[in-house]
């Protein structure tokens, strides 16, 4: 009998993300890990192949980041990919290795979502990456992808890189990548089930301390500035509840603190420069 994990009545959302430009190993690995969890019960897992999808260059004209991401220029399958993120408890991204890092493909998707990191909406939902490779260079990106991750609002849940040569392999060999896919899959399930919030490091706490300071200092007109002002980031200790120690607490407030200093010299300056300019050209 399958036991269903109700959260607020209703079976807790998956969502996988097959980064790689083809149905190969990669596809194969979150195939795996998606029966994973089906057996473990509770859990109701959706699919997007994002080769199969439009999502165009972005061009870095900055009019997400500046402007909102309603202004960015692409007309494409961008906000089908946000919306179903938006409905999952939890984010499987599965890549191959390809250079050192994530493909062309999915790079292109985390450009188009820059604005995320400007104004994380993933809090309460939990990330776990998924790399494929033939050698080397699999916990890079998955690091890679958590870091980005975390910046999205994410919690972390430990990913899982796996080396499949293609073509024929021992069946010693494949048992191996099976439990590792299995236990990552495990592990994802008990995240999800516990609702396992990851607690900022120290580095992350300044981060967001630094950024929301900053933005206090910016225009009232300012996207960012009003997207943290309706979230009460500005009073807030971290982007989402969560108990910081003593010391992060402390570090918190420093940041802050120098983050305004930073501010109003910089505003000082400004106001130094514009009164020069002024003064010398009443004197020409
Ligand atoms: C263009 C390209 C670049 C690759 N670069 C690396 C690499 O830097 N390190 C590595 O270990 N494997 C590398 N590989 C091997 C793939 O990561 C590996 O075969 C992966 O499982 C392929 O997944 P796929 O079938 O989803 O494409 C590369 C493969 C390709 C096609």
Known sequence: MIVQIKKGGAVMKILIISGSPRKGETHKAAQFVDEKLKKIGGFEVDWLILKDLNIKPC?????????????CPMKDDRDIIVDKMKQADGLIIAVPNYSLQVPALTKNLLDRLAYIFHRPSMQGKIFMGLVTQGVYGGGNILKYLNEAMRFWGFSISKGVSVTVVPGFRLPQVQKKIE??????????????????????????????????TGMKNMDKTSVDRQYYESKGWFTSKYYYDVRLGPFKSLVGWLMDRFAQHMADKSKRELEAYQHKNVTESKVL
């Open 59 to 71: 061009i870095g004209c900055f009019a997400c980041l500046n402007k909102g991401e309603n202004k």
């Open 179 to 212: 439990a590792a896919l299995e236990k990552a899959a495990g592990r994802f399930a008990k995240a999800l089930k516990e609702k396992k919030v990851t607690v900022p490091s120290l580095k992350e706490v300044a981060i967001f301390r630094l950024a929301r």
